[in-house]
């Protein structure tokens, strides 16, 4: 039986394939519930496009948002340096969510604000992060691989309960740093340059990232001109996100309605134990840590040091920015947990920065690895399909060190523990299907995995 041109591998029409797929899931599954951040991004993006001013001065909020809000309260909503109320968000995530009002309207009044628009967004950016994530797992490691992949940070991660969920900074920052990755791949250095200042937008200390890949490549490919590209086009976004705060806040430092001061008093009174649970938390909370929500990324870490050295240049030095952004930010925030999603979020950057690593890991799995990998992805596929699909299937608030919103549903439904159980089995034994030994586009009965290569 002949295998149709999608799976011979036509390059033109699988990315769109896999955009359609994922954007129609992650659009399907937006929340009703969202933060009160991702609201008030949302709310200010409205205001914009209602009235073409940020400020609030006047604004009927009980009205657009069904309760009383005392300015400094929640939702970043208080007083600028000109005396203006405002909403105190990056100037990503209020940027990002104003196409959103022009392409749904904004109605007649307060009454009329949604958070819906922004947040169905939000769900179309993630989608085109995944995509430009299977065109490189395509391009490096075969047809077959690419789509596992895609489907694995689509589904098994909370790119899908967070990113895709409603209009985090998070939205952004992986749809840039992915970006990134995609561009150094294809050596389209402005587009290098682009993508990190979309990153930026999000959170400013995303140019970690964009200044350790700049740099590293410069150095490893012995081209100061590739730092130079890189940088003047992500230096003029990072411009533009200084005069947008200028705009809105009277203030030219281009972290948003984020005062610099709180973080550095965070980081200068606190001990060193804190400093140390801060940085545990990031990865090992039953909360929010990325390995307990990611377990498939710990089992990868062997084989990501096996093959560091045959890596592409581009893998090691965005996972070395990544992992630069993800300390930075743990010492900046403490650790608190978090409320109103599911999985964790502070972790995305540093998730995906590892992602192209993990991806060459898989030529030097071990039998075990190879063997149990397939069951944590299923886990992981389960967990999420859960926490991203169902509203209200998270904790809200709880203790980082001894609560975990999946552990707390199944204490009370233990079924799902048992569910959880067969995912893994069902994943064992789909190792051993047709798509997951042989490439669809190749034919061949093992993993395509080209050669390392620096290009």
């Not at 995609?182 to 990190?196: K, Y």
């Not at 970690?208 to 081209?223: D, E, M, P, Q």
Request: glycine share 10%.
């Amino acid at each position: 039986m002949s295998i149709g041109p999608i799976a011979r591998g036509d390059r033109r029409l699988l990315p769109v394939a896999v955009f359609l797929v994922v954007g129609a899931v992650y659009l399907v599954t937006v929340s009703d519930v969202s933060s009160t951040d991702c609201v008030g991004a949302s709310l200010a993006a409205w205001h914009l496009v209602s009235t073409g001013s940020p400020a609030l001065n006047g604004f009927d909020l009980e009205a657009a948002l069904g309760f009383a809000v005392t300015p400094g309260d929640i939702m970043g909503i208080q007083y600028n340096a000109a005396g203006d109320l405002v909403v105190h968000r990056s100037p990503g995530v209020v940027a990002a969510a104003v196409p959103a009002y022009l392409l749904a309207g904004t109605g007649s009044g307060p009454a009329d604000f949604s958070s819906t628009p922004a947040a169905l967004f939000a769900a179309v950016l993630t989608a085109l992060t995944v995509t430009l994530a299977f065109s490189y797992a395509q391009r490096r490691l075969g047809t077959r691989t690419g789509l596992l992949a895609a489907g694995a940070l689509a589904f098994t991660t909370p790119l899908w309960s967070v990113a895709a969920d409603a209009m985090w900074t998070h939205t952004l920052t992986t749809l840039g740093i992915v970006g990134m990755v995609w561009a150094s791949d294809r050596r389209i250095w402005w587009a290098v340059g682009l993508f990190g200042a979309i990153g930026l937008w999000g959170r400013v200390h995303v140019v970690l990232v964009v200044a350790l890949l700049g740099l590293g490549l410069a150095w490893s490919r012995r081209s100061p001109r590739i730092a130079l590209t890189i940088g003047v086009v992500s230096a003029t976004g990072l411009g533009l996100a200084s005069l947008w705060t200028h705009w809105w806040y009277q203030s030219w430092i281009p972290t948003g309605g984020y005062r610099t001061s709180v973080y550095a008093d965070i980081v200068a009174t606190r001990g060193v134990t804190d400093s140390l649970l801060s940085h545990l938390g990031m990865w090992f909370s039953p909360y929010s840590g990325i390995f307990v929500w990611t377990p498939a990324m710990a089992l990868l870490l062997p084989a990501i040091v096996r093959g560091w050295r045959t890596a592409p240049d581009h893998a090691r030095w965005v996972a070395v920015g990544g992992l630069a952004y993800s300390t930075v930010q743990a010492q900046m925030t403490g650790f608190t947990g978090g409320d109103a999603f599911f999985g964790y979020r502070l972790g995305l950057e540093v998730m995906v920065s590892l992602g192209p690593l993990c991806l060459h890991a898989l030529a030097h799995l071990s039998p075990l690895q190879t063997r149990l990998l397939p069951a944590l992805v299923a886990a992981q596929l389960f967990v999420f399909s859960l926490g991203a699909g169902i509203d209200g299937f998270m904790n809200s608030t709880g203790n980082p060190w001894t609560d975990n919103a999946f552990a707390l549903a199944a204490n009370q439904v233990p079924a799902l523990w048992a569910a959880l159980v067969l995912a893994m089995v069902a994943g064992t034994l789909l190792r051993r299907s047709k798509f997951m030994r042989a490439d669809p586009r190749t034919g061949a009965t093992e993993p395509r995995v080209d050669a390392p290569t620096t290009a």
